[in-house]
């Protein structure tokens, strides 16, 4: 039973680093994708309001049109090569990052497998680890995004059960 946890926490892992990937190439071709309509756009206003649109809202509201004139001529200035989005070592790194993160802090849910002959037990016991998780992500959740962190623990915490109880449901 610990064999088979450990290998799902490895395959969620490699899964999770998978998208990772994929999510860099994706930003980096939406990149690329507005640097080949910057190239093609002859309306100064309307490649400002490219730029514009790009950028996060709280950095386009302090951007002068002044600014946005400056960012566009150095975007399109930039090599033809950054037109075609590619993984470089930092993509590497943060994969390899996303997959210890996922396997190490999925790891205490493993546990109860290591020590609980039962393994029914050890399910439910898992499930009370993952959902404590659960409620300490929520909570850091809150405190980051200044939400209430106990109202984000508890929100969070009431998701978890709500799927361990379809996954118990099914069969889990």
Not at 68 to 96: C, F, I, N, Y
């Amino acid at each position: 039973m610990l064999l088979e946890a450990l290998g799902c926490n490895v395959a969620w892992g490699i899964i999770d680093a998978f998208f990772y990937l994929l999510n860099s190439v994706g930003q980096r071709g939406q990149g690329a994708a507005l640097l080949g309509r910057l190239r093609r756009t002859v309306d100064p206003l309307e490649a400002r309001g490219m730029v514009l649109d790009a950028l996060p809202p709280l950095v386009a509201t302090l951007m002068q049109p002044r600014d946005l004139e400056s960012m566009r001529e150095k975007l399109t200035q930039l090599p033809e090569s950054m037109e075609r989005p590619q993984l470089v070592k930092e993509d590497w790194l943060g994969a390899l990052g996303v997959f210890l993160l996922v396997f190490l802090s999925m790891f205490p849910v493993a546990i109860p497998f290591i020590f609980l002959g039962n393994p029914r037990l050890a399910v439910r016991v898992s499930n009370g680890i993952a959902i404590a998780l659960l409620f300490l992500a929520g909570y850091s959740f809150g405190r980051f995004t200044k939400y209430n962190p106990w109202r984000a623990g508890f929100v969070m915490v009431f998701f978890g059960i709500v799927v361990v109880a379809v996954a118990i449901l099914l069969g889990g």
